[in-house]
């Protein structure tokens, strides 16, 4: 079991930035790959963007790219998002999961934290 307890939402203007942090406990972090996820207000679940084992390679969703960062660090068994130049459409309740696998699909990842909600406003 790995447990996962997402932080840093909360409400920023457009263009503005905030950093997510996900802790996690449990089994070795750095035998998983990890994922963010986001839902948005009557949409399904997406991926957002994963980052392999040891931090060497990571993928991001199209609509991110250039403007969020994924990072980790297994000393602390923490994950970070670093999302910079926010848009409205990027408010969501933000999931971070770890698996087994790469995958962008959310059915690969077995663990998944409580979620942060992120609003950015116009």
């Known amino acids: 079991q790995v447990q996962l307890v997402e932080s840093g939402g909360g409400l920023v203007q457009a263009g503005g930035s905030l950093r997510l942090s996900c802790a996690a406990s449990g089994r070795t972090f750095s035998n998983y790959v990890l994922g963010w996820f986001r839902q948005g207000p009557g949409k399904e679940r997406e991926f957002v963007s994963m980052?392999?084992?040891?931090?060497?390679?990571?993928t991001y969703t199209d609509s991110v790219k250039g403007r969020f960062t994924v990072s980790r660090d297994n000393a602390k068994s923490t994950l970070y998002l670093q999302m910079n130049s926010l848009k409205p459409e990027d408010t969501a309740v933000y999931y971070c999961a770890a698996g087994r696998t790469d995958s962008t699909r959310d059915g690969r990842y077995a663990f998944w934290g409580q979620g942060t909600q992120v609003t950015v406003s116009s």
């Open positions: 980052i392999s084992r040891t931090g060497d390679s990571a």
